[in-house]
């Protein structure tokens, strides 16, 4: 992998982190073909999130641009795709989302309790907790548009359960519960209701007709199921190697380690709603101003090419060397430049903050099954750029 560089021999540069072109290309040949559903780890499963990496895909630019034992940096980590890829792949991780939907999902794939055993006691030992606090909650507290979702019973022991999970800090516990939120199926919590955004179904679903789905849900029979279903398929992970997962604005924040690669798709120009899209879960979290967190997390096009140009900055004094930065990009028009977002990003770092050179630029079409907007308005292809920090 790194004994050529752009088709040709190796040179004798020995810093120079050095890939063989050709062989990466044909990696990434149809890498969207195919679902990664049934062999991705089920952590990758513990609960949906808007315009996540497949896995697969994770897992081809990690062994195609990193190596055992680098530290790879995702600043935009969302649900943590990449951050599981790579601690799975043997890499030190450090992750980051302003986020605390993708912050939590994280942490429950960097920290997650392994074995079903651990789990079950440590859902003992929150049912205990929870059995003492679940009375008082007052659901005259809750935003009406909530209390929609559920029945009241199941409301008041949904707030128990998130509540004592949150000041646990029991992530994987809490991701699992995030994960059965809202749909209509026996396994959720909700009223009928759309799983990866939270609308309710009632008109598809009217209650004289359904009665069922509006009876009371018990919450921990659902829970130590979700647990079992997201421990099903788990690689062997390492404890001893390294992981991090921050809270921050990526263009404020610095990681304190150097790092080899950063690895990330970041929140280009308005195409997801990341607080709107996910506002039951982070309601259940404490956030609720989805309106405020979405001006921060899914910025308009001025607004994402400050905060990336920033970013530049930062990880430059952060990236080794000879490190890479590994950037997902949607084929979005840039309307301020007039240009595609990749073109502008590429000018972005080489030109106008400088310090980075283009080595491997690669377009993929997403395939319709996997486009996060199915009327097209999304991307409709994807670019991956490496630039070589120089
Ligand atoms: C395309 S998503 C990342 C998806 C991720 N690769 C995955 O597989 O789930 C972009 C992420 O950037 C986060 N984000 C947006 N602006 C941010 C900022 N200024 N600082 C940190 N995170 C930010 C959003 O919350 C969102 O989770």
Redesign the pocket.
């Known amino acids: 992998m790194r004994s050529a560089a752009n088709g040709r021999s190796a040179t004798s540069d020995t810093n120079q982190r050095l890939f063989y072109i050709p062989e990466i290309n044909k990696k990434f040949a149809n890498s969207w073909a195919g679902s990664a559903l049934l062999k991705e780890s089920t952590l990758h499963q513990v609960s949906p ?1 808007i ?3 497949k896995s697969s895909m ?1 897992s081809t630019l990690i062994s195609a641009f990193t190596q055992i034992e680098d530290t790879i940096y ?9 951050a599981l890829e790579a601690w799975t792949a043997g890499r030190a991780v450090i992750a ?4 605390p939907y ?1 912050g939590t999902l994280t942490r429950a794939k960097l920290f997650p309790v392994t074995s079903i055993v651990d789990a079950y006691a440590e859902i003992d030992s929150a049912a205990n907790q929870v059995q003492k606090i679940v009375a008082a909650i007052d659901l005259r507290k809750i935003p009406t548009w909530v209390r929609k979702f559920f029945h009241q019973e199941t409301l008041r022991e949904t707030v128990a359960w998130s509540e004592v999970l949150k000041n646990r800090k029991s992530y994987f516990l809490l991701s699992c519960l995030l994960g059965i939120l809202h749909h209509q199926r026996p396994g959720f919590l909700s009223y009928p209701s759309s799983h990866t955004v939270p609308y309710l179904r009632e008109k598809n679903y009217p209650r004289h007709l359904y009665p069922h789905l509006y009876e009371y849900r018990s919450v921990r029979s659902r829970l130590e199921k979700k647990v079992g279903r997201a421990l099903k398929r788990v690689p062997v992970l390492d404890p001893q190697v390294t992981r991090s997962c921050y809270m ?4 404020d924040f610095i990681p304190d380690a150097r790092v080899d690669a950063i690895i ?4 280009y120009m308005r195409q ?1 709603d ?1 607080g709107r899209d996910n506002r039951l879960r982070l309601w259940f979290l404490g956030e609720s101003n989805w309106k405020s967190l979405d001006s ?4 308009h096009e001025v607004k994402f090419l400050t ?1 990336f140009k920033r970013c530049l900055k930062l990880w430059h004094k952060v990236l080794t060397p000879s490190g890479v930065c590994v950037l997902v990009l949607g084929d979005v028009h840039s309307r301020y430049y007039g240009r595609p977002l990749p073109d502008v990003i590429t000018h972005m770092a080489t030109e106008e903050v400088g310090g980075y050179s283009l080595i491997w630029k690669h377009t993929e079409e997403i395939p319709k099954t996997r486009r996060v907007r199915r009327d097209c308005s999304g991307s409709q292809s994807e670019t991956f750029l490496v630039l070589r920090r120089c």
């Open positions: 999130y315009g996540k990496m994770a995702d600043p935009f980590c969302g649900s943590g795709s990449i980051n989302d302003l986020s993708a921050r604005n990526a263009a990330t798709s970041p929140p997801l990341y921060n997390i899914s910025p905060v």
